[in-house]
């Protein structure tokens, strides 16, 4: 089975300023991985995505992340923060190994907060 | 692409009754789709699973006779909250496999439940 630990319910940095997000996953197999924005009483919205292949994921609005196996981490990151930014991310895993649930393993969530 | 309409968005329903949330796949057939629940400032837990024309999967914990779930065609699966209470509001989120992979997943705008 796998899990996401996602460091940090809570992070707040200044507008123009890095965004970092932790993300650390447990699984059996290579994982497929995923970063979702949620903003609220909406779904959710693919920000990126690591499958195969390299491991520096660029996504949309100025996002990527990079996929760390030997830190089993799949930290997102934003070079300058907007105000726009401001929401809740998830961090999941895909179970593909066919054994087990279809869908996918969040993490709790980061709620970033963008200061003015 | 790949675009998962969920309705209704928000619903207040009385104690007792039943609500029937609907998610459809506007562009693509989905012979898989899932249901999420998330509580206020939590993350996204599995329901349930549902295949195209079979019967759903439950997670453990969660009552199948309570969350009816059908999924009679590839573009419709709906969840019945059957005989609602109070702690069954929450909002609830459907979401769609793209393809027959595991890398691409798509989500509804989920659905506000109040019960009163």
């Known amino acids: 089975a796998q899990s996401v630990t996602q460091l940090g319910s809570h992070v707040s940095v200044s507008e123009g300023a890095l965004v970092l997000l932790r993300c650390n996953y447990s699984s059996s197999v290579p994982p497929y991985l995923f970063w979702y924005v949620q903003y609220p009483n909406q779904g959710l919205q693919l920000l990126l995505k690591y499958t195969t292949g390299a491991t520096l994921v660029k996504g949309i609005n100025g996002f990527e992340a990079e996929f760390k196996k030997s830190e089993t981490s799949f930290h997102l990151t934003k070079p300058s923060a907007h105000m726009s930014d401001a929401a809740e991310y998830f961090c999941a895993v895909s179970d593909y190994s066919g054994g087990g649930a279809d869908g996918l393993t969040f993490g709790k969530g980061t709620h970033l907060i963008i200061q003015p | 692409g790949a675009v998962v309409s969920q309705h209704p968005s928000w619903v207040i329903c009385k104690s007792g009754t039943s609500v029937k949330i609907e998610c459809r796949s506007l562009?693509?057939?989905?012979?898989?789709m899932f249901w999420y629940r998330q509580f206020p400032k939590q993350s996204l837990m599995l329901m349930a699973t549902?295949?195209?024309?079979?019967?759903?999967?439950?997670e453990q914990g969660v009552e199948k006779d309570k969350f009816l779930i059908n999924h009679a065609s590839l573009t419709l699966s709906t969840l019945t909250v059957t005989s609602a209470h109070p702690e069954d509001s929450s909002f609830y989120i459907c979401s769609a496999r793209v393809d027959q992979g595991y890398s691409g997943y798509t989500f509804g705008s989920g659905t506000r439940l109040t019960v009163v």
């Open positions: 549902s295949n195209e024309g079979s019967k759903a999967t439950y």
């Open positions: 562009d693509f057939q989905a012979t898989t």
